[in-house]
């Protein structure tokens, strides 16, 4: 028990201070920082998203817990533009309330985190007799950010306990993990508690309990249906919406759709007496599913007006909610403004490869744009192909934990290649993996984690492949 203890004070101390030890083995670091600092820096890179998710979740959890409806209304007032929503927190002086609240979601989770994943590295440790790792400070804290607020804390230690032991620990530890510890958890609870993580409410603590208060608001004033607790990327997952079908939802903010003149026709057939521009919400609703105007599924309208919201920028899903992050997701994956500010950090200190975040964003737009274009053609100009091709490609990157998957999983260095040409390569295949399955699987919305698996799977055969071309063209020299 001694040894345990001075090894974690070990670790604290060497943490925060300069290290006099000499280490003799693996990981080694070709730079005067070492693996402590680089730890601290990449956790530093992540105190932003960090903020995002405490403040975001606060604020969700204060406004769907509470059953004032002056504060209701007032908040779906305000919630369409994000410089609205914060004159609406200064305004009703809720910065405190939304700061405790997000604190007490987010602590327990990451306070988890650490004291599982730092059992099990200092198990390890004191088995092999060395030095304990600070991997898990990063580890631990990325696990928490790529978690919903509302998993059962039991969950967590499940997740982070195997995702630690099979991902690392039976590898050799830090240095050795061929795969991403944090994303092996997260995969592990996704395939093993999937009502859990791809839930429609990811709001406070306890989803019944917020489902519950949804149900006595609505009950109570009809007009909070307009209230969405879903992930912006549950709208990706329906393949069965048409463009013509979102185009013609669209019309109620933009009269520029580029089928309008067929939706026009569509229209004249349906009823000879209405116009386009002059719909009313519910006449348009009747159309749109009417067997003879557009023939929706009336189960399908509501997911069609959030794919609509998505894709022309209006209300809640609008690009800026989106930029800075006041929409429902995982903790820490909301927020792209707090993710590009770690981004930054992990640039300007040298820790991350902007050659792989550039070949992941490179696949990505490449392959979303591929399907874009392919949206628009057939007949009709392709007024019958799914409407989720026709996302415009920079969307994908506003959405989801695409953004945070390139940032912060696909540039760690252990999981990820050596070679440039090489991360080039491996970046090219985790863009194009991860619009593959969240446009063509509708099952599953999300591919950035699958993506990332498959590449650190690839990650040492590229490098040995980079490093053969590489010798082949030097004895050629």
Not at 15 to 39: A, C, G, N, Y
Not at 247 to 254: E, K, N, P, S, T
Not at 278 to 298: D, I, W, Y
Not at 376 to 404: D, E, R, T
């Amino acid at each position: 028990m001694l040894s345990i203890l001075l090894k974690l004070k070990e670790a604290g101390k060497s943490f925060i201070r300069e290290s006099h030890i000499q280490i003799t083995s693996w990981p080694f670091i070709r730079d005067f920082v070492d693996l402590k600092r680089w730890m601290a820096l990449v956790v530093f890179s992540l105190i932003p998203c960090t903020i995002a998710a405490i403040l975001n979740n606060g604020l969700l959890s204060v406004i769907y817990k509470s059953h004032d409806m002056p504060l209701l209304k007032s908040y779906l007032s305000h919630r369409d533009s994000f410089g609205a929503l914060c004159s609406f927190v200064l305004q009703e002086h809720l910065l405190l309330k939304i700061i405790f609240e997000g604190l007490i979601i987010f602590l327990p989770i990451l306070i988890i985190c650490y004291i599982v994943g730092g059992f099990w590295e200092v198990l390890f440790a004191t088995v092999r007799k060395k030095e304990v790792s600070e991997g898990f400070f990063v580890t631990g804290l990325l696990i928490a950010l790529i978690l919903p607020s509302t998993i059962p804390y039991w969950m967590v230690v499940v997740g982070v306990s195997l995702g630690i032991i099979i991902s690392k620990e039976l590898f050799g530890g830090t240095g050795y993990n061929i795969y991403n510890p944090a994303l092996v958890c997260r995969c592990i609870l996704y395939f093993a508690y999937p009502s859990f993580m791809t839930g429609d409410v990811w709001v406070g603590t306890n989803p019944q309990v917020i489902q519950q208060n949804i149900r006595e608001i609505k009950k109570e004033n009809h007009e909070f249906d307009i209230m969405s607790t879903e992930s912006p990327l549950v709208t990706l997952a329906n393949n069965k919406i048409t463009r013509l079908q979102v185009d013609a939802i669209g019309m109620l903010w933009d009269n520029k759709v580029s089928l309008g003149p067929l939706l026009q026709a569509k229209l004249y057939n349906y009823d000879k007496n209405l116009r386009l521009g002059s719909l009313s919400p519910h006449e348009l609703q009747q159309f749109v599913t009417s067997p003879k105007g557009l023939a929706l599924a009336p189960d399908q309208y509501s997911a069609a007006m959030d794919l609509a919201k998505l894709q022309f920028s209006h209300g809640v899903l609008s690009n800026s909610n989106l930029f800075f992050g006041s929409q429902i997701g995982s903790l820490g994956e909301t927020s792209k403004i707090a993710i590009i500010i770690g981004a930054l950090i992990l640039l300007t200190t040298g820790v991350a490869s902007i050659h792989t975040m550039l070949a992941v964003a490179v696949g990505a737009l490449l392959t979303s744009y591929t399907f874009y274009a392919f949206s628009h053609l057939g007949p009709l100009g392709g007024a019958f192909n799914p409407a989720i091709y026709a996302l415009p490609p920079y969307k994908h990157f506003l959405i989801g934990s695409l953004l945070f998957g390139l940032v912060f999983m696909a540039t760690e260095p252990v999981t990820s290649p050596y070679a440039t040409s090489a991360k080039w390569l491996y970046g090219i295949i985790i863009g194009f993996l991860t619009i593959i399955i969240r446009l063509i699987n509708p099952a599953y919305p999300e591919g950035v984690m699958l993506a990332i698996l498959f590449g650190n799977t690839l990650s040492p055969l590229l490098d040995h492949a980079a490093i053969t071309l590489y010798r082949r063209r030097s004895r050629v020299r």
